[in-house]
């Protein structure tokens, strides 16, 4: 008698603690992926037709692609939740045979000058020539895409990433920088009072983002987390819209053909041509060395440190003594005129432009690169940025092309459940991250910032 | 720590019976959230100088009391003159919080408010150099000011956090620093701003009785030693006691009381404030029951049960938050 009692009171004490096998977190993870792979398996099979409403869910659930997505899904769950161990232990083993080398180049690394000097120069020598070494369509790929990309989302890094402020239009300030090279070399319609060289058009550009952010910034940074993503959401509309609709000012839909990057000196003259990728390559590589060596200083500065005070805890922050509507303008302003370089360079390396140039799935994008890379994290945003770009153009030859964005898709959700904090995550950022899960702080850049420990 | 501060306040604890000294002198302030009063006609004067405590009941408004005081809150009505000692008369009400701070007016929070994912020294620089002229130009460029800047915050950050004896954990994450540690570098951080005010709410919450001595030690010397004047919340009466040269009773959203710490002890409406009826006999023995439920109370909740009024957050607008 007296131990039935006293299994009813544990199984009452249980029920209250006891996490019920489905109740742990990784079946729900589980659920997601199948999900997911039942999602890419429709998306990625044949369309519907309006006359059989249940054709493409037939035919994709019959064939063998379900089972492949459903089998992928499966896998990836499995390998994660239960065989990281090995995979971990033997990423160990190969950092165990590496270690004594790499710490012996990481001591050298710190004592000897010629050594820094020396990794950096081969490292920058790859990615000044290891380039001329792909085909013409990868090197198109890299400049086009890649370079301008990267631009922008190390720029929004500075929005989203340090300052914490979820930006959906971001991509507005890069066709502002876009239009503003083709108003002041003399493509646009209207006429500019002087037509300027397209190097002297960026500290133009620069100004008008800067003052298009503080526009932007100045009546909405009351406004906190998804507020705030919806009037910038609300902003590239705007200027999307205008762009496209004010064709008697923009060229609209029709596009205008901008002059690509020259330079005339009178005496010597040089001008970048189509025929040669590399030349373009070798520029857009000076302007993001050149930003990312700026944000670097900026990031470890008092600017850095007051951005992540106001991220975690606004108040604290404002309370210390930190001036954060200044800050967070600040914030916009900056990554406002790095977008808008990158518009200028866009421009001025395709030669033409139109509205369609600007939708917001580039905004959106542009978001996912900076959280996949790792928000707050330049490294991070640099090759998520570069490997979110390369993906797509990649899988072009494996799948249907149309298709191509479903499977960013389906990496992010899986990446989102299982490396929230993106690739190569910044130091702070993931301490943030952890402090959330034990719920001791807020990390998340969209909702209210709660930031307190107790 | 600026040597301005310190030759003002040097004679600091002594200058508290000046009555024409007054740092702080709100009159009238009253605030209200909708239909309900936190604040009522609250009076407060604060010589250079001294120690002054804030006690009262829970829900009595010692927080909203400080929210107003620092720009958090805007209270409706009445006048807050604050006068820093290289003269001149600010109003604090209606100010925005962190021109309040650079004013030289600091606080800490009931509920520590740590910047979490930086380590101790960030914490400090940042409240160090909120005052330093750095741009962003001059720090991408890397301009001398601003490398100056950067080494004048950092030098002020290592003489405050060896101040309050935290030099040796400068480089952990301010999160993962002990509770006690973590009210000190939440000190630390107000002191910092080169305070001549420091607002200190309930620093002694959640802390062991070791670190409540050593905190006592710690108000003392930023009293004493940098001249700082200091308003102070607290429950536990041993230390307000020890450290308070005067004490300032509120109950309700009014002040009920004020006086010296043995004085307000014995006052009856204090009594009754706290006990709920008038105890008029003995009231010696009463004083030491109240001190001793409160150091009770205190152990008890190390988290913010306290007022209801906390919600120490919510700058005005629409992004006002709750604690």
Known sequence: ??????????????????????????????????????????????????????????????????????GLALLVWAV????????????????????????????????????????????AAILVWGPMGLSRFWQTVLVDQIAIYLLVAVGLNVVIGWAGMLDLGFIAFFAIGAYSAAFWTGALPVQPPVVLNNFLVIPLAVITCLIAGVLL???????????????????HEIVYLAAKNLGDVTGGTSGVKVDRWHIDLGFWTYEWNVIDQMPFYWLLLAFIAIVVFLFIRLEHSKVGR???????????????????????????????????????????KVGYINSENFVILLSILVLSYVIFGGMGSIPGVLFGAAFLVWLPEFLRDFVDPKDRHMYLGALLVVMMIYRPQGVIPSRRRQRELEMAEAGTGGADATGPASGRQS | MTTDVRTDGGSAGTTATDNGDLVLDAAGVTLRFGGVTSLNNVELRMHRGEVLAVI?????????????????????????????????????????????????????????????ALTALENVKIAAET????????????????????????????????????????NELAGSLSYGDQRRLE?????????????????????????????????????????????????????????????????????????????????????????????????????????????????????????????????????????
Do not use: C
């Open chain 1, 1 to 70: 008698m007296s131990d039935a009692t006293k299994t009813t009171n544990l199984t009452v004490a249980q029920q209250l603690r006891e996490v019920r096998w489905y109740q742990q977190p990784r079946w729900r993870r589980l659920g997601a992926l199948l999900s997911l792979g039942l999602l890419m398996s429709m998306v990625t099979g044949v369309q519907g037709t309006h006359n059989d409403i249940f054709y493409a869910v037939r035919e994709n659930f019959s064939d063998g692609s379900v089972a492949v997505w459903l």
């Open chain 1, 80 to 123: 994660r939740e239960f065989a990281s161990a090995p995979f971990t232990s033997s990423a160990r083993k190969v950092k165990g045979t590496l270690v004594t080398p790499l710490g012996a180049v990481g001591r050298l690394w710190s004592t000897e000058r010629w050594v820094r000097w020396g990794v950096i120069a081969a490292f």
């Open chain 1, 217 to 235: 910034g100045a009546p909405t940074l009351r406004l906190r987390g998804d507020y705030l993503a919806i009037v910038t959401l609300g902003f």
């Open chain 1, 306 to 348: 007051a951005w992540t005070a106001i991220r975690e805890d606004e108040v604290a922050a404002a309370s210390t003594g930190v001036d954060t509507v200044r800050y967070k303008l600040m914030a916009f302003a900056i990554g406002a005129s790095t977008s808008g370089i990158a518009g200028v360079a866009y421009a001025s």
């Open chain 2, 56 to 116: 009262g009941p829970n829900g009595a408004g010692k927080t909203s009391l400080f929210n107003s005081l620092t720009g958090a809150y805007t209270p409706q009505e009445g006048r807050i003159t604050y006068r820093p000692s290289q003269g001149g008369e600010h109003e604090l009400l209606g100010r925005k919080p962190h021109l309040v701070s650079r004013l030289g007016v600091s606080r800490t929070f009931q509920n520590i408010r740590l910047f979490g």
């Open chain 2, 131 to 170: 005052r330093l002229k750095a741009g962003p130009v001059s720090i991408m460029l890397g301009l001398p000011n601003a490398r100056k800047a950067e080494r004048d915050s950092d030098r002020k950050a290592h003489e405050v956090l060896s101040f309050v004896g935290l030099v040796d954990k400068l």
């Open chain 2, 187 to 323: 000190i630390a951080r107000a002191l910092a701003t080169d305070p001549q005010v420091l607002l200190l709410d309930e620093p002694a919450a959640g802390t062991n009785p070791t670190e409540k001595l050593e905190l006592e030690q710690l108000i003392r010397r930023i009293n004493r030693d940098l001249g700082v004047s200091v308003l102070l919340i607290e429950h536990d009466m041993r230390l307000v006691m020890s450290v308070a040269d005067r004490v300032m009773v509120l109950n309700f959203g009014k002040k009920i009381a004020e006086g010296t710490p043995s004085e307000v002890q014995q006052n009856p409406a204090v009594i009754e404030a706290y006990l709920g009826a008038v105890a008029e006999e003995d009231t010696a023995a009463v004083a030491e029951t109240i001190a001793a439920h409160e150091a009770a109370e205190t152990d008890a909740d190390t988290d913010d049960t306290d007022d209801t009024d906390d919600s120490a957050g919510g700058s005005d607008g629409p992004g006002k938050e709750r604690e």
